[in-house]
């Protein structure tokens, strides 16, 4: 078992909704930099979005293609990141995987995933037209 362990991925139709999980081992997700990523076919990997540890502001930043879509948020009660995704289409489709920076995050306008320290297995969404 790693640091990240993604879940929720599953198949949805065009329009749907769905919110992804990534589940925090042996620390606290609170104190570290996180983001999400996903792989798309036409794609390859992006970067989706990040949000701070909670020591700078735990602000997020997501990338130009969400367009309010998505958002990342922290459950410190589970110790988990998740991941709400609104209004899914077909090009959404790929693997969706969290990752984390030991430290704040470094102040960018988006993150590259050279700059992520470990990164979990991913889980897989489908969406249908």
């Known amino acids: 078992q790693g640091f990240l362990d993604e879940s929720g991925g599953a198949s949805v139709q065009a329009g749907g909704s769905l919110t992804l999980s990534c589940a925090a081992n042996?620390?606290?997700?609170?104190?570290?930099?996180m983001a999400w990523f996903r792989q798309t076919r036409d794609k390859g990997r992006e970067w989706i979005g990040r949000?701070?540890?909670?020591?700078?502001?735990?602000?997020?930043i997501y990338a130009a293609f969400v367009k309010g879509r998505f958002s990342i948020s922290k459950d410190n009660t589970k110790n988990r990141l998740n991941l709400r995704m609104t209004d899914l289409q077909p090009e959404d489709t790929g693997i969706y995987t969290c990752?984390?920076?030991?430290?704040?995050?470094?102040?960018?306008?988006?993150?590259?995933?050279?700059?992520?320290?470990?990164w979990g297995r991913g889980t897989q969404v489908t969406v249908s037209s």
């Open positions: 042996g620390f606290d997700v609170r104190n570290n930099c």
């Open positions: 990752a984390l920076i030991w430290r704040s995050c470094p102040r960018l306008s988006q993150i590259t995933e050279g700059r992520m320290d470990d």
């Open positions: 949000i701070d540890s909670d020591q700078t502001d735990g602000g997020t």
